[in-house]
């Protein structure tokens, strides 16, 4: 098997509206979608995510781009894929292309997903089959950036209650915490809420907020500190009532087994592209359940192409927890899937008959939306 060629698309969709947090505000997403052809012609998908800053090390958009093009895919155009009787040993064979190429798993996630893609067609076999996707209905709930103005703020959240939400998620900071928190539960008494801290704090000032936290009713706190502040997460263990959920913390499956053997955390946040890509966000998912720690998945800016390697991971049996997929059009103004997937009363219903990823590109839109294009064969 042999990637005939291969294709770089750098795109840029405007949005609705500004998604701020903690430490950055952005009004465009400008995707990577990485497009690739195998001698048979059949085409692959992907897409890395894209953040404005470098959450994690080495990765924003320019060190993207740059590792893509100059290491990454060129080292797959016309390189030999020895095919296994195993899809799963197939994908570690084309991983192994660019095996030198260290880091940079965000990035790789792109061009991983599309092969993934590719390769459901070659073995003709659907992602949900692929990942052991069980659930045919994912429940999700709406995430809401930091306020500008908090009457637009409570109306918002109103507006989610009115189409069904179950549960809000909201994104505080170490500015902007207990006063929003109060303001939202005076208003909305009864209304499941989340935090999302989005690695703000340090544990000084986290834990000066703890008591006014475990006992305003939230189901989960997420991500209060640094990604790599591993002491942090186990001493708040120790004293806080809320069940805590790591997202940037955890980008493997040694991650997880190091918080779980010291009582670090309750619930992973499993974003595919900060684990890598979808089949290591399925891995991570499959040793969860084995070790009674229950997961949820969150989108992260992505497209309608990403989301349809999350619905498949969100529909695996241990995801307990409603999952965060705002619709698409909630914030973006355009798409780029044929009949991309609907959120119905906050519910996305999955079509097990469908082929391969479960959705199909729309060709126009995505040259509608591209402004640079690298082309490798």
């Known amino acids: 098997m042999h990637i005939a060629k291969a294709e770089i698309l750098v795109l840029d969709i405007p949005m609705h509206d500004s998604l701020i947090v903690s430490f950055w505000k952005i009004d465009r997403l400008k995707p990577i979608i990485i497009k690739i ?31 893509l093009k100059n290491f990454i895919v060129p080292a797959i155009v016309w390189k030999e894929i020895v095919l296994s009787d195993s899809i799963y040993t197939t994908i570690e064979n084309f991983i192994n292309l660019y095996g030198d190429v260290y880091g940079f798993e965000m990035t ?33 709930w709406a995430s809401i950036g930091i306020p500008q103005n ?16 179950q549960r809000i998620k ?23 809420l989340t ?4 690695c703000d704090y340090d544990l000084k000032s986290f834990l000066n907020i703890v008591p006014y936290i475990d006992t305003s009713n939230i189901c989960m706190v997420e991500q209060p500190f640094a990604h790599d502040n591993f002491g942090a ?39 595919i592209g900060r684990v890598w890509w ?7 998912n499959k040793y969860c359940e084995a070790h009674s720690i229950w997961t949820w998945v969150w989108w992260l800016l992505e497209t309608d192409l ?26 973006y103004t355009g798409h780029i899937m044929k009949d991309p997937y609907r959120i119905d009363q906050w519910r996305i219903q999955i079509d097990f008959s469908q082929k391969w990823i479960g959705f199909e590109i729309d060709e126009e839109k995505l040259e509608e939306y591209t402004f640079n294009k690298f082309i490798y064969e």
């Open 233 to 271: 997460n186990i001493e708040l263990k120790k004293v806080m009532k809320t069940p805590l959920c790591l997202d940037e913390s955890i980008r493997s499956i040694q991650d997880v087994e190091n918080y779980r053997t010291n009582n670090g955390c309750d619930i992973v946040n499993i974003k």
């Open 195 to 198: 935090i999302d801290a989005n």
């Open 37 to 67: 052809t195998d001698e048979l012609w059949n085409v692959g998908y992907g897409e890395s995510i894209l953040l404005p800053y470098p959450m994690t090390p080495f990765e924003y958009f320019d060190t993207w781009l740059t590792t």
């Open 108 to 140: 790789k996630s792109g061009i991983q997903n599309a092969f993934i893609h590719l390769i459901t067609q070659r073995f003709n076999i659907s992602i949900y089959n692929l990942f052991e996707t069980k659930n045919g209905i994912i429940h999700v």
């Open 278 to 284: 979808a089949y290591s966000a399925y891995k991570i």
């Open 170 to 192: 909201l994104k505080i900071a170490h500015w902007n915490d207990i006063l929003l928190i109060s303001e939202v539960r005076k208003k909305f008494p009864n209304v499941e």
């Open 150 to 165: 908090m009457d637009d703020y409570l109306g918002k959240i109103n507006s989610f209650i009115e189409k069904w939400v």
């Open 306 to 331: 990403w989301r349809s390697f999350n619905i498949a991971i969100a529909g695996m049996s241990n995801c307990k927890y409603d999952s965060d997929f705002s619709a698409w059009d909630e914030y």
